[in-house]
């Protein structure tokens, strides 16, 4: 454990990401993790989704990253397209008993088999106002899978990482739109779904009145429409 506390305290000292990048690293080899590679999903509507996944890995074989990043794999691993849906890390090998899986995701696995990469595990992290991501955890061909104090270790320093990785990241986006609390309340109700007429009842306030504040919370928020109104909203964390 003292290796995971000495992780801890760097990813709280950590001042860019590639000192962060060096940080895990370092974490990662005084455990059984051979490669590593972590994603990060920015939510729909924050100001850097683009529909780009940032992803940062070591350790795997230079031709199966290249492929890996240039195919965009990522889009057919089941188990990085699903974490989100996840409670609890996954070994690898569980994916094949997944019940739904479509022909890419099969002619993935396919692929991953004859590249013998050797048992991994996945693990599901969670950020800020829906700022989540994915680790995954090669151990290498022929060597012992973790034991499940060892995993949940693992699924620690995974969660550790991407917490601090959403820090520094948010530091560099540009600075959050500020809403008054009459905004923020207008906006509430655009995430619910109510009509113009149903949040002047719902606010006692007039329908211009209401009309007025939407323009503003669109101004703001630099978007033209209700649906992308709600979901920056989401994104910046100014309503649940």
Known sequence: MESLRAYFGGCR???????????????????????????????VG????????????????????????RKRLYQNDPLARRAQGFIRPYFWNEVQHFSDLTDEERSYIIMVSQEQ??????????????????????FGRGNPIPSDDEVLELQAACQMGHLAYCELLLKDLPKGTSLSSREREILYWIVRG????????STRLSRNTVETYIRRCFQKLDVNDRVSAALRGMALGMVD
């Open 13 to 43: 000292k950590a001042e860019s990401l590639e000192e962060l990048r060096h940080t895990a690293v370092t974490y990662y080899k005084t455990t059984s993790v051979k490669m590593a590679s972590y994603m990060h999903f920015p939510p």
């Open 46 to 69: 924050a100001r850097d989704f683009n529909g780009q996944i940032r992803i940062a890995e070591f350790g795997y074989p230079e031709e199966w990253r290249r492929t890996y990043l």
């Open 117 to 138: 990469l050797g048992e991994g595990l996945s693990v599901p992290v969670f950020g800020p106002a829906q700022r989540n991501g994915y680790c995954a955890l090669g």
């Open 194 to 201: 109510q009509t113009n007429a149903q949040i002047a009842e």
